[in-house]
């Protein structure tokens, strides 16, 4: 800021056009233009800065998408597959809103992603998939230029154990070795191996012998025998051995000592069927 001063001024003219000076200063260091006369507005007009109305226009701009899903299920078995079809629609035109679906779960404290897919078609439908592990709260989110992100209400679905979950915790102590009176996790007897298999992954409780663990669990056709099932090998009416059905005439069981957990083939015909989970 440069001070005008008279060639024949005086102090006290001096003062006041300091005075003036300051004062316009001030007001500009406010952001406000203040003209002292038409030389000094002149000489001194700032650049104010406006803010930009592009972001605010913008977002008035937004729409905010209709989106629907629907699920196939919330009661599921283990194993099977979770299919949520999910539409959205633009309200202006009725039309679809093109963007991304996702289908997430809330796994951990976070919300994961499952599965993805572009909204293409004519309707606006996709269809997501994912084979959840265990009960988890569920929704779908869409994101698409020009919308705003849309999430549905998160609902829950439920996992339960099934043949195919028990059959998936056998097989994975394949290998270790058979102790008497052993119910793992590192040994097992053939009914210790049963009883930590149910228990793991059904919640299921069975005794620690064979002849009790066939009192337990649904009667079953030895012809309607599924993967999962409990197979009671007796001589006479008393059972002696325990594996778990795994397809194709074969069980899993930690047959005796010396061997390990393993799949090995129906060996006898004397044998009752229990089923522990649907």
């Known amino acids: 800021m440069h001070e005008l001063r008279s060639r024949h001024g005086r102090r006290n003219s001096s003062r006041a056009a300091g005075t003036v000076a300051l004062s316009l200063g001030l007001c500009l260091c406010a952001g406000q233009l203040v003209t002292a006369s038409p030389a000094a507005a002149a000489s001194t007009t700032p650049v104010i800065k406006v803010a930009s109305t592009t972001t605010a226009s913008a977002a008035a701009a937004t729409v905010t998408p209709r989106l629907s899903a629907k699920a196939n299920t919330r009661n599921l078995k283990w194993g099977s597959t979770l299919k949520v079809t999910a539409k959205v629609i633009d309200p202006r ?15 951990g404290g976070k919300w994961r992603t499952w599965d993805t897919e572009k909204v293409k078609n004519q309707n606006g439908t996709v269809t997501l998939k994912y084979a959840p592990k265990n009960t988890y709260k569920v929704r779908t989110i869409f994101n698409g230029s020009g919308y705003k992100t849309v999430t549905t209400v998160k609902t829950t679905v439920k996992v339960r154990a099934s043949g195919a979950k028990i059959l998936a915790e056998a097989k994975k102590h394949k290998g270790a070795l058979y102790k008497y009176g052993a119910s793992g996790p590192k040994r097992f007897d053939c009914s210790g191996f049963t009883k930590y298999v149910y228990k793991k992954a059904a919640g299921k409780s069975l005794p620690h012998k064979a002849n009790s663990q066939q009192s337990y669990g649904k009667k079953v056709a030895k012809s309607n025998k599924q993967i999962g099932d409990l197979i009671i090998f007796r001589n006479g009416s008393y059972g002696y051995h325990a594996g778990i059905y795994a397809g194709n005439g074969y069980i899993y069981d930690s047959p005796h000592t010396g061997a390990r957990v393993g799949k090995h083939k129906i060996w006898n015909s004397n044998y009752v069927v229990r089923r522990l989970v649907a």
């Open 93 to 107: 035109t009725g039309k679809i809103a093109k963007g991304t679906v996702r289908l997430q779960g809330y796994v």
